[in-house]
């Protein structure tokens, strides 16, 4: 049953040196104020997963918290290039990253697969595709009915799971609305799993045909952290800046200044000052 937890309790407790960890999120919902007390907590050697890894990883990579990631997607959404990551895999700075490519289907079949604790996902994938020469976690198998030759690839099973949601009753149910992603298989394929919310409400919502409600049990960890998704967006609580990806593309394009900004802004920051940022979006 999930713990309702400060979110450096939440880190603490779930987040270890040498984990393999995925933070899910599809533009909305990213849990960013989670993954920068990650850093604060100066967690190591992780390796992390996840379908569109942006600015978040770029942060954690550029860190050093990462010696690899697991993908299908890695940029700064309408921008360009994530700076930090380049220099990792091209000038192996601050340390070398182990990277795995995959199609963005093969990683939600993955997770899929890792939350129904199967060992490996089958999709019609990857036909006339360059990646299987490059990655060898991408095999074939052969249907025992059909004969049909399908792509393979081992089940998602992260350590600990993160994510931020809309709200959390104080049992620890979770609800998700909007864009979902694979939020829901990401939690339920881990270990262990933390969920950051905007509010923690007496009841839940009815949920509306486009919710997702992750049951008490399912969850590990439930912290309340007001603004937690921002610079990405949370439906009904601020929208997407914008501004700061445009923004993000100097600031990680030198070593110096990225520098700099994690001092200024993570370092020395806490999780209140991103209901701060939150609430300047509405102004």
């Known amino acids: 049953m999930a713990k309702i937890l400060t979110l450096k309790e939440a880190v603490a407790e779930n987040v270890r040196d040498g984990d393999t960890v995925a933070m899910e999120g599809f533009t909305h919902l990213i849990p960013y104020a989670a993954g920068h007390e990650v850093i604060r907590q100066g967690r190591k050697d992780l390796y992390l997963v996840r379908m569109t890894p ?3 990883y770029d942060q954690l990579i550029g860190v050093g918290a990462a010696r690899g990631m697991k993908f299908s997607w890695g940029g700064n959404p309408g921008v360009g290039s994530l700076h930090r990551f380049r220099d990792a895999v091209e000038n192996q700075w ?9 199609s963005h289907a093969a990683m939600a079949n993955a997770y899929e697969a890792g939350a129904a604790n199967l060992p490996f996902a089958m999709l019609r994938g990857y036909i006339g595709a360059d990646l299987p020469k490059v990655n060898p976690n991408i095999k074939s198998v052969t249907c025992p009915f059909t004969g049909e030759v399908l792509a393979a690839v081992p089940a998602i099973r992260p350590d600990v799971t993160i994510i931020h949601a809309l709200r959390a009753d104080r049992k620890g149910n979770v609800l998700l609305e909007g864009i979902v992603g694979v939020q ?4 339920l394929a881990a270990a262990r799993s933390i969920v950051t919310v905007e509010e923690i409400v007496d009841e839940l919502d009815a949920p509306s045909p486009n919710s997702v409600v992750l049951p008490s049990w399912a969850v590990t960890a439930v912290a309340e952290v007001p603004g937690g998704a921002f610079p990405s967006y ?4 601020y929208p997407r800046s914008n501004a700061f990806y445009i923004a993000w593309d100097e600031i990680a394009r030198d070593r110096g200044s990225f520098e700099k900004w994690i001092d200024e802004n993570v370092m020395q920051a806490r999780p209140e000052d991103f209901a701060r940022h939150a609430k300047k979006r509405l102004a």
């Not at 601050?94 to 995959?102: A, T, W």
Request: no cysteine; charged share 35%.
């Open 234 to 237: 949370a439906q009904g609580y």
């Open 184 to 187: 829901k298989e990401a939690v």
């Open 94 to 102: 601050p340390k070398p990253l182990e990277i795995e490519e995959h």
């Open 54 to 56: 942006d600015i978040l």
